[in-house]
């Protein structure tokens, strides 16, 4: 009987020794979470980050990560919001917003408000800022108008102002349970510039865009292929022969629609007798916007570089930053597990995936020019859940693996 009560302790010590020694990543993940960030080891040190996990881990693995990002981040977004303005380095973003209906079961839509004016005293932008809290109000969401932190003719699409952007978007999530999925973007005149740079080059945070009274200059419009986009100027805004760009920018987006019937979804209206100010009935636009929701995975990606700043990726597509160049055009499109590049100037892509892309129990296959470039599983894991919050700060628009893809 002794030696029978010696074999199921020492079985039961084994057992526990197997266990601690086989801890699934997650568990290991949430240790490293419980220590205090100040106090964290390295996380690209962490041995568990490459480890494969179950579509369940991924799961706890997202929760566990989104609940410490919030946990960071929400008290200096709550004082942001209190100060009515975000700083990064020297700049300063000050903002206004208001809050329009009752709160949806699915999360409350966000309205960013871009103002006009430009290259003039600062007085005459922040009677723009003035203007643009109060011009359009929507039926449900919050509306948030920002005040440029320059005043300068390319105020609204200089490379730092992705990065208020993603600040606004973040805050409003987490304060006041705004769905990733319903964020729009719109601006007048100069703010009107600002989105026919900004919504191509933002492509995958908007739900929908609306251009009103700008000025396009030389931007390309194909990266909205899966931004529903509206585009609305008078017909008669002869100021920097506006009126005339919108209609190429219109033919432009027709073009595109009709040789890609799935994509390029656009409002597009000259709107008659009307000059630079619109009375109001661009407000039609902003309540179209409001039918759309992000798909944040789409099945079709064309990324053209923007003309002004250079962003290493756009939804599941990415490049190494090096190797982006001004001008260049990437087009990848996957339907399930098989993934077609149909061109590409750069050598070396990398494809973020998920479960709601493809099927990890099955092969990944990527084809360029014809030839398999690649074929396997891949597994998910830790480290490109928390690459992919990191980067964009968006719990919607996340990646349980990444494929590296040399072209040549």
Request: with cysteine; proline share 4%.
């Amino acid at each position: 009987m002794r030696k029978k009560i010696i074999l199921i302790l020492l079985f039961s010590y084994s057992f526990e020794l197997v266990i601690f020694a086989k801890r699934s990543p997650t568990h290991l993940l949430k240790e490293w979470l419980v220590v205090p960030v100040a106090q964290r080891c390295k996380f690209d040190e962490q041995s568990f980050i490459n480890d494969g996990l179950s579509k369940q881990e991924v799961n706890s693995a997202i929760a566990l990560l989104y609940r410490d990002m919030v946990t960071n981040d929400s008290i200096r977004l709550a004082y942001c919001w209190k100060q009515g303005k975000f700083t990064r380095d020297s700049l300063t973003m000050k903002f206004r917003a208001l809050i329009f209906g009752k709160e949806p079961i699915d999360g409350r839509s966000l309205y960013i408000s871009l103002h006009g004016g430009g290259s003039c005293p600062s007085i005459i932008n922040d009677q723009q800022w003035d203007n643009q809290i109060l011009l359009y109000q929507p039926n449900e969401g919050v509306y948030l108008a920002p005040r440029a932190p320059e005043d300068a003719w390319n105020m609204w699409f200089k490379p730092y102002v992705d990065d208020f952007f993603q600040d606004i978007i973040e805050s409003a999530v987490i304060l006041y349970h705004v769905n990733p999925d319903k964020v729009y973007i719109t601006g007048y005149s100069a703010g009107g510039d600002g989105i026919y740079r900004m919504a191509p080059r933002m492509a995958d945070r908007w739900a929908a865009a609306a251009m009103f009274a700008g000025h396009p200059g030389n931007v390309s419009l194909l990266s909205t292929r899966n931004l529903p986009f509206a585009l609305w100027v008078g017909a008669l805004d002869n100021g920097y022969d506006r009126n005339i760009y919108a209609k190429k920018r219109m033919l432009e987006l027709d073009t595109l629609h009709k040789a890609d019937p799935e994509g390029y979804i656009t409002n597009l209206r000259l709107v008659e007798e009307k000059g630079h100010w619109m009375d109001r009935l661009d407000t039609t636009a902003v309540n179209w916007m409001a039918k759309f929701k992000r798909n944040p995975f789409p099945n079709k990606i064309v990324w053209m570089q923007d003309s002004t700043d250079l962003n290493s990726s756009l939804y599941w597509l990415s490049a190494p930053k090096e190797k982006l160049v001004k001008g260049g055009l990437i087009i990848v499109s996957h339907k399930q597990n098989d993934f077609y590049i149909e061109k590409s100037y750069c050598n070396e892509l990398i494809l973020g995936l998920n479960d709601r892309m493809i099927n990890f129990d099955k092969p990944v296959r990527v084809i360029y020019q014809k030839k398999i470039v690649f074929k396997g599983k891949v597994k998910r894991n830790i480290n490109a859940i928390y690459t992919s919050l990191k980067t964009k700060k968006d719990v919607r628009l996340l990646f349980s693996s990444y494929l590296k893809v040399i072209l040549s």
